[in-house]
């Protein structure tokens, strides 16, 4: 069974950093092409970042600049560095793992951009 568990949200204020993380289990974590996604109160969920199982990685324009997104295929986990953060930066933020018709969704973990 693939799991996704996300990690490291919380409270931080503007202009300030997290470090976001999603443990695989159940999967063979190396194929599968990862993401993040996130949903803020009454808005549709969006893409911030996702990278490829080759590497390849992509940004939302919100975020291109600030935030980074990576993988340690040896540890099963994606990471989703965050700084400069801004009260927009705010939601729910989701881990998804894709590879051909499969796809999985993490929990969710807040993140909080506020003074």
């Known amino acids: 069974q693939v799991q996704l568990v996300e990690s490291g949200g919380g409270l931080v204020q503007p202009g300030g950093s997290l470090r976001l993380s999603c443990a695989g289990s159940?999967?063979?974590?190396?194929?599968?092409?990862m993401g993040w996604y996130r949903q803020a109160p009454g808005k549709e969920r969006e893409l911030v970042a996702a990278i490829s199982a080759g590497g390849r990685t992509n940004y939302a324009d919100a975020v291109k600049g600030r935030f980074t997104i990576s993988r340690d295929n040896g540890s099963k986990t994606v990471y989703l560095q965050m700084t400069s953060l801004k009260p927009e930066d705010t939601a729910v933020y989701y881990c998804?793992?894709?590879?051909?018709?499969?796809?999985?969704w993490g929990q969710g973990t807040q993140v909080t951009v506020s003074s």
């Open positions: 159940g999967m063979t974590f190396s194929v599968y092409n």
């Open positions: 998804n793992a894709k590879f051909n018709v499969r796809e999985r």
